[in-house]
């Protein structure tokens, strides 16, 4: 038992190197902050034993009133990157929106449903700071790519569905304004096993689930669908060799069928992600369309 215990203590001592070292080599995206705003980088939004959930905050400093705020989860398959890679915030920061960017635990660190369980952590931690950082917990969007995608339509699927919510209890009006989802996985399963699946990442997230059919049904997304979903933005390119277009188009028909305010934007020709700086800028706009015509933000 003893020998079992130092060993996982050696893991866990590895695996944090690892990502150390990880953070020390990759090219950091500067994010050019308005002089209105303060950065508050490396905020502890949740712990799980020796672990920190840690955020990147950008906070409007002299807003008059409450802001809303843009939660941002970068990609990577869940079993790679950090958020020290994602930037292209000044649209958001222009409507004057603050922002959180968010790291989560990696496969490699630990297998599913962590990665769900602490991006409801970081939405929880801003409905419970939402008055001491100024912002509005009416107005939460939640936005990723890829495996980023995918946690923040579980994110905000999940509403008051406390099942990953272990870490961060004690809230029950969860909720976001929308979800932005660009090119993320809707159906784990499908992605994991279906005819066009060709990733190993799914199976490194799931672990030992990986074979549990229920089990991989409660981390997709498309299960939590309903009529009372928040509006959702879904952007896809069409050429998309890493998660199946399909995923996206389905995931818009159902919520079209169910009468959820929605929108798909695709990208003729795309890629996974990686869009040209103009397409980029067309992405944004149509997002922030997209949310100005949300009854919360009228």
Known sequence: M???FVLSLIAVFFSLNVLAQVKDTIIKKPVAIPKEYVAQIDVVYTKVMN????ADLYLSLNAV???????????GGWKSGVKETQGGFNSFFKAGFAVANMEYRLSGQATAPAAIEDTRCMLIYLIKNAKALNIDPNKIIIMGGSAGGHLALMGGLLANDHRFDTNCPGVENVKVAAIIDKYGIMDVWDWTYGPEHKSSSPKLWLGDKANDDAFIKSV???SYVTKNSPPIFVVHGDADPTVPYQQSVDLYK???ELGVKS?????EGGLHGKFD???NNEINAAILEFIAGLDSFK
């Not at 009133?65 to 990609?75: E, M, R, S, Y």
């Not at 929108?263 to 990208?267: E, G, K, R, Y």
């Open 2 to 4: 003893k020998k079992l």
């Open 51 to 54: 672990w920190e959930g840690r």
């Open 220 to 222: 997709s997304p498309i």
């Open 277 to 279: 700086k103009e397409k």
């Open 263 to 267: 929108q798909f934007m695709t990208v």
């Open 65 to 75: 009133k409450p802001t809303p705020i843009l939660i941002n989860i970068h990609g």
């Open 254 to 256: 159902k919520l079209q």
